[in-house]
């Protein structure tokens, strides 16, 4: 599904990301974790290609395709999917409207055809109460006065319609009450299905008691630190991350 | 051509005024635009209200008078909406375009003599000439023009629908499309204005006035839609005055043009009169657009709502300016004015400029201008969900001008404009580097 190989990519001038090397298998999830500053953000940001974030070495390979050389709705198209940390209001976009030319555009890409507005309604208030959003979310603007919790709601809402093959959630649960995050790790998990894969960024192990993860990678300046099984997150919630200054890191 | 010289400019375009069949009782209006506009200051870059809208393209091209007999035009209104509609091609009138005669709206070729002292008696009285030069001009050249008279108490039951239909002539010409609103207390209205061109290429000079009188409690919906091209040069105006309790609500869009100015006076004559207006300006290419508005409070327990927002496009000019005069007598004013301009390319300009004059002590004024460009951390969220760049620019830019289209009443005005824009801002949106 996802090579990551040597990746080294800058923001502003730093070197965030050096050599990291990571490799994802089809229905597999991964957790990123790690200190903040480690580069857990910048890593699914350069895979999704947001300006700014600058690759200066290695390379991606998405389903065998240099995912760096395409444009930032080609890989949308392709199948990657990025859940934001800080979703962004656009005010005056209806939520309606943009989610029907994002679906268009995967489905164009994939050779079928345009829903028709019925269709898609369907589809749409169906996805909207899969993540308990109510459908009046849908006719307000792109994230425009969400809360927080309803922001990445519709996150997920967004990841369902589009059927990625790879969903990275930076961040998604941070802000969110006990309540939101089993709807949204619900809603993730009914999407995982033996082909999907995930990339789980979190800081805090919590969210890993709902997303079960097959791997943990710690990242820590840049570069994978350490990885191992689901119970490497417990670890590292008791522990802290403190041990990576001791053993050098 | 050459630009002629101001003063020859100035007697050029008067001369139109011999070869005009115009009935008697215009006359004194005629002469009193006559005389302004002959011995008025030419504009230039050191007149206030001119200062970054040069008329020097005017001034390019000699004009004739218009021949009078209907230019061949392809028939196509853009805007279709059940009203009372009347339709002008280079001023001439186009009964067959038009529907049929409504006793509320009236020509003034038409009027009787009840309705020829109407118009004898508001006619240039509504407009100032003070800030508004081309106003005089507009006296000048009046020969024929609309009433539009609601009795008292009365509400018409279809909105009144006035197109102005520019088409390229062989030689340029001066159209001065004049309309006159008589609304009695407690009328009611719902009008439309529409300017529209055939093609792109275009060689007359638009000079529209529009006078509105509001009585007491009266209250009018006036939509103005200037969607005429490129080559046109249009200079307009709108002068509303309000009494008692009367209410304006107007909504005005304009896409540019080589030269395209636009004023709206408000006067609030009376106390309780309210007034909310909107406004869209989206020149592109290398079109300039100026809008100029000015509200005078003369009155106390007034209210103005004024919003403002222009997408400036490729290498195109902007200009706004907000003027909202409380006079000392007018305590208890309520004034609001709010302009955000959108520049989608790095060479697009905007001279944007609030001017609050305030004479009285007990009023709540704000203002508000801002300038941004697009936002580059929307665009890479709307494509990272698969939407092409032009597709997440056009959109952005549709959803910065989105909510004042959702504010207009009149659902045909609405539905047009939507499906207008959205075609423009597909089509013409250029993708150009702007800096993060």
Known sequence: ?249 | MNELPEAAFQQQVLQLAQGQDVPDWLNSLRLAGAREWREAAWPGRRTELWKYTPLAALRKRQFQQACGTLPVWPRDLPLQVDAIRLVFVNGVFDAAASSPAHAAVVRFSAADAQQQALIARHLGHVATTTRHLFASLSNALVADGVLVHVAKDQALDKPVHIVHVAVPQAEPVVVSPRVLVVMESHAQLELIEQFVSDSQVQNSFVNSLTEIHCGAGAQLRHYRVNLEQEQLLHVGGVHVDLWRDAHYRGFTLAEGSVLKRIDYQINHQAAGASAVLDGIYLPRNQQLLDYHTNVEHKAPHCTTRETFRGIVADEARAVFNGRIHIHPQAQKTLAELNNRTLLTSDRAEIDTKPELEIYADDVKCAHGATVSQLDTTAQFYLRSRGLSETQARSMLSFGFINELLQGIEQPAVREHLHAHLQRLFAESLPVTVTAP
């Not at chain 1, 350069?46 to 395709?65: D, I, M, S």
């Not at chain 1, 409207?97 to 345009?114: C, Q």
């Not at chain 1, 996150?155 to 009450?177: F, V």
Request: net charge negative; hydrophobic share 40%.
């Open chain 1, 1 to 249: 599904m996802l090579d990551i190989r040597n990746l080294s990519a800058r923001v502003e001038g730093n070197d965030i990301l050096r050599q990291l090397t990571l490799s994802i298998r089809p229905g597999e999830v991964h957790a990123i974790m790690g200190p903040n500053g480690a580069g857990k953000s910048t890593l699914g940001n350069v895979l999704a290609g947001r300006p700014g974030y600058e690759v200066t070495g290695g390379e991606v390979l998405f389903q065998g395709k240099d995912l760096l050389a395409m444009e930032i709705e080609e890989r949308a198209r392709e199948g990657v999917f990025l859940a934001f940390q800080y979703p962004v209001e656009i005010p005056g976009v209806s939520n309606m409207e943009f989610l029907k030319a994002a679906v268009d555009a995967r489905r164009r890409h994939r050779g079928e055809s345009e829903l028709s507005s019925f269709d898609f309604m369907k589809l749409a208030r169906d996805a909207a109460k899969r993540v308990s959003l109510d459908q009046a979310f849908l006719k307000r603007g792109v994230n425009e006065g969400f809360s927080g919790g309803e922001k990445k709601r519709n996150e997920i809402m967004q990841m369902m319609l589009l059927e990625p093959s790879l969903c990275i959630l930076d961040e998604t649960d941070s802000g969110l009450d006990i309540d939101a995050l089993q709807v949204v790790a619900a809603g993730v998990n009914a999407m995982r299905d033996g082909q999907r894969s995930f990339i789980v960024v979190t800081h805090y192990q919590r969210l890993l008691d709902y997303i079960v993860p097959d791997h943990v990678h710690v990242l820590a300046v840049g570069r994978i630190a350490r990885s191992g099984g689901k119970e490497l997150a417990l670890e590292l919630e008791a522990k802290g991350y403190s041990w990576l200054e001791d053993e050098g890191v």
